[in-house]
Structures are given as structure tokens and as C-alpha cells.
């Protein structure tokens, strides 16, 4: 009997460790208004017999899930051409597609490769951009990204996030015997790497705003202490291990700094350390907690939460310190927040009548705005490019990850099959 | 250190008051009130002592003794300890007192609701409570260590109020 519920658990945890291999994306709203495209399938010319990465099927993804456009699937795609010449315009604008994704991969050398897109105005009957871009056979997602990138600024004005990262933190096992990961992926939750793994809790990454350093919390010192750890290399080092409370580091814009919370002199409060250690400095003076600092796009202030107004809101205060002004007044709780790459907006945690949902607050007009649906949403981040809002929230009695369009009208939910996955956190735009 | 003066005052209070009211054979209680105009430390301690017998000599491991007793719990987003934690705080007091190498350990934890950095704060203020106790009752600051884990290390599984208010504690850990 024990030895079948020996197997039993060795083959479930075989499991575990096989499912927990990537992402999957449902998209759980959709968005009226968005532009109908198609994405060919690229030509293939190589020594295999398929192309080692479907290009176009990634493309299509990730426009997809931006909820700007539309792909036409690829059954009602009724040609496949590979070059401008062999486009003809009449055919694509009756099946009333407004853009056209057309290329080709080659193999150009043993392992190595170059991807060609050309992308069409339908209706004009114009070519509005195109690339030629070398890679190895690792590279070839990111190419996709990249290509997606160029696709979404060219027809919406505005800069695509595709070729990005999302870290997040995930945890399995149960109360007993935990374990805890932080894993960095591409945007669309494919190539998860692991970067850390535990058997105490792991918190609050942040990423450096090269995308090259992820700072976060860890308990395996059985106390919190916090780390910058290099996301290639893997190495790391520990920032911050005073006395209780050492917790919620983000990055300042300029890369020297790290806004984080110190319980040191008896209660929670912000202080700013320069990423050497060499100088502390510390914002924020009051009896109630203050913590979850981060940094305006200027660097000149922080948003944080605190209770000192009797319940959980946010507040701004300048890097200099001095008093806090307090930005939310809508609900018994507001906590968590992240603000949007232009400055003007702040996504967080607004607790109202039991029920944790995301809600972006105008800084401008002071209009309070719930984007989501859930019960325990947490943790928002915005994409680089200000478009979207990752975040996690529960699904049955898992934890997993959601995103949603910054106007509300369009989500997504990224889940991994194994675990609870959450604290995501956006990577900046790769360089 | 505003808040921690408010508090302490306010705990001390609750102390002596219940100090006063859970024994009854204890009737210096009422020195403990008359001492705390002049030192609110020294009026919580004798009111403590007073209002039990002496624990040092209890038992750890045994699963009978009231120091077997290691978790207290909260309410939402309070930090407050309920008069009847606060007896048995004074029990552990009594015996980390009359034991100064033993040391202790103070875990906050909270529920799962809100942002994860916040419940680190609010577990740090529900062990710091403890702590206030434990300390306004004779225990060293030394032989005290907190941790807060905010909500990332949950004693029951689940979404409902059942396992919120049993999420929502301190763990005396020696």
C-alpha cells in the first residue's frame, strides 16, 4: 500500500514537473473594433522539411492578444504567397482584411536563418513596411516578437511590447512543504526560465530598467531579505538585510537606485538606497505602515500605500521626502499601485465591498476606473508601452495570471497547468 | 514611534484590565493602574505577575501544559489581541521570563486578501503587538525575534472566511 502511494506521488510529481513547462493564453474578452489582418504562412526554403518555428502563427498570436487586431484564421486564408508579386489585392479585400503579413524563412547556413515579412496596406494596395532580419535558430520567437513589434507601431502609431519578458513568482506543494520559483518568460508566456528556486516564500521581483537585473525579496534566510540578481548570468547579490522588514524593492528610472520598505527604526517605512548600498535614505515618517513604493517615469517622486488615514491608500511623496500627498479617495482600500510609463495613470489594488479588483485611477481628471472582474485580483503591471495590465487573480483554487487592456475592454488569462502563478511583473522594452 | 506609544498605552490598559478581571484572587491588580501614571512598563509588569501564578517551570513539550497554546489570531486588517491572548500571552511571558536564555520567535501572518507587501506590513504590526506584550511583561527585547510573511504562508488552504481567520495569526515559535 505505502509503496503504491510512494509510486503514486513520485509519478504525479513527474507530472507536475513535465505540465509546469509553459504558459497557456485564453482569451477571455474580446474587442469590438478590432482590425481584421492576415498573417500568411511564411515560405520556407531549408534542408528540413517544415520550418523550425511556425513565425506567422506567432505573429498572429501576439496580435491577437494585443486586442487591437483580428487574424484571419488559416483555414479561410485563400492564397499563399510569398512574394509582393504574387499578391493579389481583390482576393484579400473581399474577405475584408485591411492588412496583409506576407515572407519567407531561409536557411542561409547550418543552424542559422533569415526571416523576411513584407506588410501590405489591402485596400491601397500599398506596401507600408518590411525587414530582412538574420538570426540562429534560438532567436527565431524573438525575430516573431520583433516582427510584431513592427506590424503593431506601423498600423496603430504606438510601440509594440511583444518582444518583451514577464517575471513572476509561482508556488506548489502544499502548506507542509513548499516550494517557490521566480521564472522570467516572453510576454506570450513561452520559454519560462527559472531563476531562482526555493523552500521559503519569494516576492516582489522588479526589474532593472535595462531588463538586465531582477531585484526581489527572499525567506531563505528565514528572515526577508532582498537581492539584485543578473537575469543571464544568474548571479547575485544580497542588497538589504536589517532587522525585520526588508521588502517591496523597485527600481528607480535611472538605474541607481532602489525605493524599498525598512522596518528598522519599529515600523514600516519607504527609504531609498543607491545600488552600491552606499547611501540610505529615508522618505517617509509616520506611525502607520507605508510600503509598496514606486517610482514616477521623472524619477523626482513615489507612490505608495500607507494607512495612516485609518485604512489602506495611496499616497505621493517626492524623492527628497516632505509630506505625502494622498492620491485616492474611492474605497476602503487602494493598495499596490504601478504607474503607467507615461506618469498619468495608476493601476492598483481597490478593495471594495469585499471583492479585490484592479482599477486604474486618471491622475489627470481623478476619475477611478475597475477594470476586472475577480474577487482577489493583485499585483497589476503595466506593459512597457502603457497598453496593458498583467496581473494575478484566482481561477477555482488556483492563482494565475491575467491581463486586460488599459480601457477595460479587452483580457486575456495566461495560466500555467501546474502550481499558482503570481506577481507578475512587465519587463521594459528590450534594447 | 507615534503609533507605538499610542498603543502601548492602550495595551498596557487592556493588560491591567484584564489582569484584574481574569483572576480573582488578585487583588493587587489595582496597583499595577496607580503605577502606570508614573511608568506604564513597570504597571503592566507587576499587573502580569499578579495575574497569574509563576510558568517558568512549565514544560515545552508537554501537549497539556498552556504553553502548548502558540498561535494567536486576529481579526481583518487588526492587529489587536483579544483579552483571552492576552492571558495566555502573559503565561508564555511568564516563563520566557523566568527562562532568559530561551528565545523566541514571533511570525506574522495575514489572510490572502490585498496586496502582498501591505500584508507583510500587517503581519509585521500583529507580531509587533505580541511582542509588546510579551516585553511589557518582563520578556527581553533580545530574546525576541519577529518575521513577518504577510500572506505567503497560509495554515489553511482555501478562499473562504474558515481559512481567512485561520490565516490571519501570530506563531510563537520556540
New interface residues.
Partial sequence: MTKIVKLLILASMFIAAHASAALTIEITQGMEGAIPIAVVPLGWRGTGAAAPENIAAIIAADLNRSGRFESLPDRDLVAHPVTAEQVKFQNWRMLNVDNLVIGQLEETTAGQYSVQFELFDVFRGKRLTGATIPAPARDLRRVAHYISDLIYETLTGERGAFNTQIAYVTSSG??KN?SYTLLVADSDGYSPQTILTSKQ?L??PSWSPDGRQIAYVS?EN???EIYIQEVLSGSRRKLASFK??N??PTWSPDGRKLAL?L?RD???EIYVMTIDGGDLRRLTN????D??PVWAPDGKSLVF?SDRGG??QLYRVSVTGGPAQRLTFDGK?N??ADISPDGRKLAM?H?EGGR?RIAVLDLDSGLLRILTDG??D??PSFSPNGSMIIYAT?AG?REVLSAVSVDGRFSQRLSLQAGNV??PVWSPFGK | ????L?SFIVLALMLVISGCSSKGGSMDGGAGIEDKGTGADGGAVTSGAAGGSDYSSYSLTDPNSPLSRRVIYFEY?SAEITDSDQELLVMHASYLFGNPDQSITLEGHTD???????N???G??RA?SVQRILELNGVAAEQIT?????E????????SDAAWRLNRRVELVY
Avoid: W
Avoid at chain 1, 509616520?286 to 505602515?289: F, K, L, N, T, V
Avoid at chain 2, 514611534?1 to 507605538?4: A, D, P, S, V
Avoid at chain 2, 505567503?152 to 478562499?159: D, L, M, N, R, T
Fill in positions: 502544499n502548506s513548499k516564500p516576492m516582489s525567506f528565514k528572515t526577508a525585520g522588514i521588502g517591496a520598505t522596518s519599529g515600523n514600516p509616520s506611525a502607520a505602515i510600503t509598496e500605500t485604512s489602506a482600500y493598495a499596490g489594488v478593495g479585490y474577487q482577489l493583485e499585483s484566482g483554487n503570481r506577481e | 514611534m507615534k503609533y507605538t499610542g486588517d490572502e486578501r490585498g496586496s502582498r507587501e501591505y507583510i506590513a500587517l509585521d504590526r509587533l519577529i518575521v513577518s510573511y504577510g505567503e504562508k497560509a495554515a489553511a488552504e482555501g478562499h
